[in-house]
């Protein structure tokens, strides 16, 4: 429940709580200081040193950084809630300092409004996602496998992955191409032919016949969608500067953004431009605030979605560096320290239609209306694993349903292979999958040197790079099963839009009430009926983990666990993941249906893409709501 919105400079209020405590918000010179009794503090963006912020000093402003990220965050937003039943959001685009510390301290603009929720971590959470606006659900086919490198740049390199999927009889759902465009423009394939020209850019307008690149990048596309893969481009917000390019449309359009003040600017009247010594130095940046340069950006890019393209990566965007700026809504760099990213993923949000995707880094406040996000730049280390497990369940906490991360880490050496497992099996019961890689030879030798050769994460590279053959048979599995899993997968992100609620959640989201759930932030529910615990150490097959009340079943061997206390997981059932007492896992299983039934009785609600049934069941007799059709083709398993 939102209980009240604070515009008031000076304010104090002390608020009784159900269970008797008080909180007491008192502001006064851009301070907001709260005395409560409080255990876990969650929210802030997606943080990737620590869920429970308790103890810690956050700044929420958007920082680019490349791996090891800390207390740093591409995504933040000034929103945190409490066990202890109440939460702040301070409206603002500013940067705001929160200090969880005895007292919470927040430096806060002093005319910036606070609203004070209070209620359940589930009922705060989703207070706080109606008020900035609900998430749009991506299309099924968004939760299957993705496949990126980011040194595929052609399109034998696009067929050799087909070929790849085929002959080692791996299913994938998205192709992402990084390295496709002419590295100018970047809405230009590359090695494509055409004369510089204003207005909407066309298919017809760009010659292929001397491209060394993409032969008939339309016929490709058409090819992927056969296989029953979609595709999704990369893409970056900046004009970049003319020197290096070679590009007569790049600085066609690049004078033409100027000229009419569609990108954003210093105050003197002239363009602002990226600062040297950070990512595209001398770059103009589009002012997605102005209607014409939306219109302008997208006027460029419309004949891709038309050809086929699926969605859009949206990367960068955390490029405002001084405050001495102007965009055309009126607010300064101040404001768009934060606000810019999200302004961007507004932006692509506004211009894609129902059945694409935009999977998207950087973001600031109402970022879980923006999906897909993925946590960004990592190495290939153990350490750096653990943080991407945290920063998806702060994520979580703050709203962001659909969320991803690349399996084994993006950058440096390759990962080992153990990781590499590791990272797959958590990723097959994340919110969405990918393995993902830097270019290769590495991106930044002078930050990780040695690296060389082919960087790419494929699981037949990975094999052949360590010359484990069986790893290829290993990592199918989890794809296997990942596409096994799409009618549970579809059935929580829709609860997710529909509910308010994310698809990954810390025990302690579904579990307030149980306080050995507070210390735990290593493992979570997917959906409302399946408990992950991952393998967060190496070389780690079995693991120590907490069962919440009720009675649990190993997803893979269908043992029982008695809940309200810690066990240890059994390595026979490859990944520790349980389903809660009272289910139905539906699954597609070799072209069938499969509704695997968990616990002696229970009554469950069951999805497949649009449709519902209720089944009731005891003692091995089932009653479904819903007679024939689909759901009376089931095949039914019964886990007892």
Not at 160 to 189: G, H, M
Not at 277 to 302: H, L, M
Request: net charge negative.
């Amino acid at each position: 429940m939102i209980a009240e919105r604070i515009e008031s400079r000076e304010y104090k209020r002390q608020h009784v709580m159900q269970d008797g405590r008080t909180v007491t918000l008192e502001r006064r010179d851009g301070i907001l200081e709260i005395t409560a009794q409080y255990g876990g503090v969650y929210g802030m963006g997606e943080k990737f040193d620590f869920l429970n912020q308790k103890g810690q000093t956050v700044v929420n402003e958007v920082v680019e950084k490349f791996c090891s990220q800390g207390s740093y965050s591409y995504c933040v937003t000034p929103f945190f809630m409490t066990d202890a039943g109440f939460g702040i959001y301070v409206d603002t685009k500013e940067r705001t300092v929160f200090s969880f510390q005895e007292k919470i301290r927040c430096e806060i603009p002093e005319e910036a409004a606070v609203y004070v929720f209070f209620g359940s971590l589930r009922e705060m959470l989703g207070d706080y996602v109606d008020l900035s606006g609900r998430p749009k659900l991506p299309p099924e086919w968004a939760f299957g496998v993705w496949i990126s490198a980011n040194r595929w740049n052609c399109e034998q390199d696009v067929e050799e992955q087909l070929a790849c999927l085929k002959k080692y009889r791996f299913p994938a759902s998205v192709l992402v191409l990084e390295a496709w465009s002419d590295e100018a423009t970047f809405y230009i394939w590359n090695g494509a032919s055409c004369e510089a020209k204003p207005g909407r850019a066309r298919y017809e307008d760009y010659d292929f016949s001397k491209s060394a690149f993409w032969s008939d990048p339309r016929g490709m596309i058409d090819r992927l969608h056969e296989a029953g893969i979609r595709l999704v481009l990369w893409q970056i917000p900046v004009w970049k500067p003319q020197e290096g390019t070679d590009s007569p449309q790049l600085a066609l359009d690049r004078e033409y953004a100027v000229r009419n003040r569609l990108c954003v600017m210093n105050q003197d009247g002239t363009p602002y431009e990226i600062p040297e010594g950070n990512w595209f130095a001398g770059s103009v940046i589009p002012d997605f605030t102005k209607e014409e340069t939306r219109a302008f950006w997208f006027e460029k890019r419309q004949y891709l979605t038309e050809m086929g393209v699926d969605g859009f990566k949206t990367d960068g965007g955390e490029f405002i560096y001084r405050e001495e700026i102007l965009f055309a809504d009126g607010n300064t760099g101040r404001q768009g320290k934060n606000q810019y990213c999200q302004d961007y993923l507004d932006a692509y949000t506004e211009f894609l239609e129902e059945g694409q995707v935009l999977f998207s880094r950087a973001g600031y406040a109402g970022a879980h209306r923006t999906p897909i996000h993925w946590a960004g730049d990592h190495q290939s280390t153990n350490e750096e694993f653990k943080s991407v497990l945290t920063a998806g369940l702060s994520a979580a906490m703050s709203g962001m349903s659909f969320w991803s991360f690349d399996i084994g880490g993006f950058a440096g050496a390759l990962p080992d292979p153990d990781l590499y497992l590791r990272s797959t099996q958590m990723a097959c019961f994340s919110p969405v999958m990918q393995w993902h890689s830097e270019p290769e030879g590495g991106q930044f030798k002078e930050l990780m040197p040695g690296i060389t050769g082919n960087n790419e994460r494929s699981p037949w590279n990975m094999a052949k790079v360590y010359g484990q053959p069986g790893l290829i048979d290993e990592i199918r599995y989890w794809h296997e099963l990942r596409m096994e899993l799409l009618p549970y997968l579809y059935a929580t992100a829709r609860q997710a839009v529909t509910d308010n609620m994310p698809m990954m959640r810390p025990l302690i989201y579904s579990f307030q009430e149980d306080g050995n759930c507070l210390g735990v932030e290593d493992a979570y529910m997917l959906g409302d009926k399946l408990l992950v615990a991952p393998l967060m150490e190496p070389g780690q097959r079995t693991r120590e983990l907490y069962f919440p009340a009720g009675n649990w079943y190993g997803f893979f061997t269908g043992k029982k666990y008695g809940g309200g206390s810690w066990q240890q997981s059994h390595e026979e059932e490859k990944f520790p993941v349980y389903v809660k007492e009272g289910s139905v896992i539906l699954r597609d299983c070799c072209g069938r249906s499969r509704g695997y039934v968990y616990g002696e009785q229970g009554k469950d609600t069951i999805c497949y893409g649009q449709r519902t049934c209720e089944v009731v069941w005891e003692q091995g007799k089932m009653e479904m709501e819903e007679a024939g059709g689909m759901f009376g083709e089931i095949e039914w398993i019964f886990v007892i």
